[in-house]
């Protein structure tokens, strides 16, 4: 439901709530996301009202992006045992070729400079999620056979430009008229209960299909920590957000993260203006 549609007392609650934030600063707890969504109906107290307009940027936070609430379970094995193996930290011709073929199926990895780094890890992160491979961010043999078969995963929307949130595979992919045009590798909520402040709340990413209403390009300040470059799409504070670090399992504290040079290329190319669809399944 749109504000405009809402009561003034229901406006005022939901733009607290707005500014939950999923980065924690302070302790690895994921941050309350509003009634429908806790065990308690009282969402945490002491967030900021919602700007009417895009703020400036703020210095970066150092913290590093909370840890699971569980072990993280994958499917498939790990690929990294292979002696010609790529991974993080590699150079050359190779690490090129690779990032140029994870570009051409439309993973997102930022340059192709030959230099296997955080956003090639990501877009590996990715591919393998889509394959049905453990996300090890290695790249060996079943990874390679998963490149040169071009697995790609497939949208449910057919016609229209939105963003598509597949929670099972952890996964972001920006689709136009039903073919993917981007893919990357997310991290959403653990769907686990949390305790805050004598509260009981769960970190989930609520599915159903949503609406960008709301963005503030800049870092947000929220109760318990800072979202970067969020665009929220769901009214109980739910983000397409960046963050410092996103593992390739569930660990955020309900919003669906990407890295912040991700973030920064769907700000950049407005990919995901305001209106913008969000499909999450």
Same mark, same amino acid.
């Given at each position: 439901?749109?504000? &405009?549609?809402?009561? %003034? ?60 609430? +569980? +072990? ?12 010609? %193996? ?6 050359? %011709? ?11 199926? #439309? ?33 060996? %043999? ?13 949208? &449910? ?20 008229? #039903? ?9 959403? #909520? ?16 609520? &599915? ?20 970067? &470059? ?11 957000? #960046?963050?410092? +670090? ?36």
């Amino acid at each position: 439901m749109k504000s &405009r549609d809402l009561s %003034a007392s229901v406006v005022c609650a939901a733009l607290l709530m707005l500014a939950a934030g999923c980065g924690d600063g302070q302790e690895p707890t994921p941050t309350p996301s509003g009634p429908s969504r806790a065990v308690t109906s009282t969402p945490p107290p002491g967030s900021p009202s919602a700007p009417t307009t895009d703020e400036t940027p703020t210095p970066a936070p150092t913290t590093p992006f909370p840890p699971p609430l +569980s +072990s993280p379970s994958s499917p498939g094995t790990p690929d990294g045992d292979a002696q010609d %193996a790529l991974r993080r930290g590699d150079t050359g %011709a190779a690490v090129r070729a690779l990032q140029e073929r994870l570009d051409q199926l #439309g993973y997102w990895v930022g340059k192709s400079d030959g230099t296997f780094g955080l956003l090639t890890e990501q877009a590996v992160y990715a591919l393998q999620k889509a394959a049905g491979l453990r996300p090890d961010g290695v790249v060996g %043999a079943k990874t390679r056979a998963a490149l040169d078969d071009g697995k790609r995963p497939d949208p &449910r929307s057919t016609d229209g430009h939105l963003a598509e949130v597949d929670l099972d595979r952890q996964l972001l992919m920006i689709v136009d008229d #039903g073919e993917v045009r981007r893919i990357f590798n997310t991290s959403t #909520g653990t769907f686990e209960r949390y305790t805050h402040q004598g509260k009981t709340y769960l970190a989930d990413t609520p &599915r159903g299909r949503w609406t960008i209403d709301w963005q503030v390009d800049g870092w947000r300040d929220g109760p318990l920590g800072r979202l970067y &470059r969020p665009k929220y799409f769901q009214e109980q504070g739910i983000a397409i957000h #960046g963050y410092t +670090s996103v593992p390739p399992y569930p660990a955020s504290h309900g919003c669906v993260c990407v890295t912040l040079p991700a973030m920064d290329w769907l700000w950049t190319q407005d990919v995901l203006p305001k209106k913008t669809r969000v499909w999450v399944y």
